[in-house]
T-cell receptor
Framework: ETGVTQTPRHLVMGMTNKKSLKCEQH?????MYWYKQSAKKPLELMFV???????ENNSVPSRFSPECPNSSHLFLHLHTLQPEDSALYLC?????????????FGPGTRLTVL | GENVEQHPSTLSVQEGDSAVIKCTYS??????FPWYKQELGKRPQLIID?????GEKKDQRIAVTLNKTAKHFSLHITETQPEDSAVYFC?????????????FGKGTTLSVSS
């Protein structure tokens, strides 16, 4: 175990549903990240939080809304998603949002939008 | 912004052969280049990284080389084994005023046949 957990592991939702993904890290890190992993595409950075403050929003549509209540927890709230949003959503953490920091990934949430 | 190109997208080798994966990056300010391995159905995990003040780094059968002038870096795996079969991602750090983020390549699917 890398100390980063994600729930749920699988999620199927309709385009009108509202759901949330949860990430928790037990490593004492201060930076947390959301990535989207689609087939045959690179890991796409979505959001970066450093000490609970959002420091990066990589032009993500507003139907994805992140929340970071503390350095150990990160949420991704989903609403009115599109089928093309189906992907593996990976959370990661690192000591700080700085160079030379290894990022530790969670197992991911496999999201299917119908 | 930073852009990372990775080649080849797929690579098949015989057990015992060497494998080389190459990446190029666009931002000359990038200074940290990690490589992640993602086995089927598992999370990405760091296998080796290199900082911009070093030209080469080795760890047993794995080595990474960096050419800052040409802005490219490569992963070398010697004496490949079936358990090396996985998707390998290169990444480059991208700095902004708030911190840094990793920009990933599209990945290389390595298959090692025995």
């Amino acid at each position: 175990e890398t100390g980063v957990t994600q729930t749920p592991r699988h999620l199927v939702m309709g385009m009108t549903n509202k759901k949330s993904l949860k990430c928790e890290q037990h490593l004492g890190h201060n930076a947390m990240y959301w990535y989207k992993q689609s087939a045959k595409k690179p890991l796409e950075l979505m959001f970066v939080y450093n000490f609970k403050e959002q420091t990066e929003n990589n032009s993500v549509p507003s139907r994805f809304s992140p929340e970071c209540p503390n350095s150990s927890h990160l949420f991704l709230h989903l609403h009115t998603l599109q089928p093309e949003d189906s992907a593996l959503y990976l959370c990661a953490s690192s000591p700080f949002a700085a160079s030379y920091n290894e990022q530790f990934f969670g197992p991911g949430t496999r999201l299917t939008v119908l | 912004g930073e852009n990372v190109e990775q080649h080849p997208s797929t690579l098949s080798v015989q057990e015992g052969d060497s494998a080389v994966i190459k990446c190029t990056y666009s931002d000359s300010a990038s200074n940290y280049f990690p490589w992640y391995k993602q086995e089927l159905g598992k999370r990405p995990q760091l296998i080796i990284d290199i900082r911009s003040n070093v030209g080469e780094k080795k760890d047993q059968r794995i080595a990474v080389t960096l050419n800052k002038t040409a802005k490219h870096f490569s992963l070398h795996i010697t004496e490949t084994q079936p358990e090396d079969s996985a998707v390998y991602f290169c990444a480059a750090s991208r700095a902004n005023q708030a911190g840094t983020a990793l920009i990933f390549g599209k990945g290389t699917t390595l298959s090692v046949s025995s």
